[in-house]
């Protein structure tokens, strides 16, 4: 510093430490978010147990189709035999032949867009659920079952994803209270130790002060936020987030 002493110098070390009410609110932040992957796992477990089932059904579907729409295409093969006579012997008009073969021609295109679809739905299987080889269906009774499903207007806060979402508020509300303390002033603590070259009295006794003789303190303060306008508005976002 810009004594008279050239070299006169100040070294200071000070280390800034949030207020309590800061460190509570971030560990409470973190053990709500470890809750919140938690959640998120099993939330994903159960969307993949869905995802699963329901190409898996698709599944039985696409095949149940496939088989449908190859009767109904060896009945039009047959129906066209017939037209085709009957047009030959002057029964039916060629507009008659020309619409049967174009709904015969979209029974056949049905079929090569239910084999694709049942490739897709197996391949996305075999993807899901990490299978070297194509998942195979199981044949069994496709006819139609009654399927009961009781409907209750309470939610059920024990579905992985209603809970996920539930948690997502509680860390929300969390942060919002971490972002809050942040307002409070922080501790500073700090020591420093440092030269004044040339003379000196103290209590009426002459000194020489040189390099070797230090002088040393410490530092208590409290840090104040000017800029509380930013964090005011974070608050706020976070508000409408939870709502």
Known sequence: FNSI???DNNITVSQSLPS?????TNKALHNECTKSAIYNLQAAKANLVYEVKTLYYSLMYTQA??????KEDSIYVGFLAIIGEKN???EVGLLDKNRTETQGMEIKNQLIKNEED???FQMQLQTLMNSP?????????NSMDQLSIIIDSVPDLEHPVLKYLKQQEIVTDKTKKYEASKILPDVVLGYFNQSIYGSANVLG?????????RLQGFQVGLTLPIWHKPLQA???ALELNID
């Open 65 to 70: 189709l496939y088989k449908l729409l190859q």
């Open 118 to 120: 049942f490739m897709n």
């Open 20 to 24: 309590p009410v800061s460190f509570a």
């Open 205 to 213: 006794e002459n000194y020489f002060l040189t390099k070797k003789d």
């Open 234 to 236: 974070k608050i706020n």
């Open 133 to 141: 080889t194509l998942v195979e269906l199981i044949t069994g009774d």
């Open 5 to 7: 002493y050239r070299y």
């Open 88 to 90: 030959k012997k002057g």
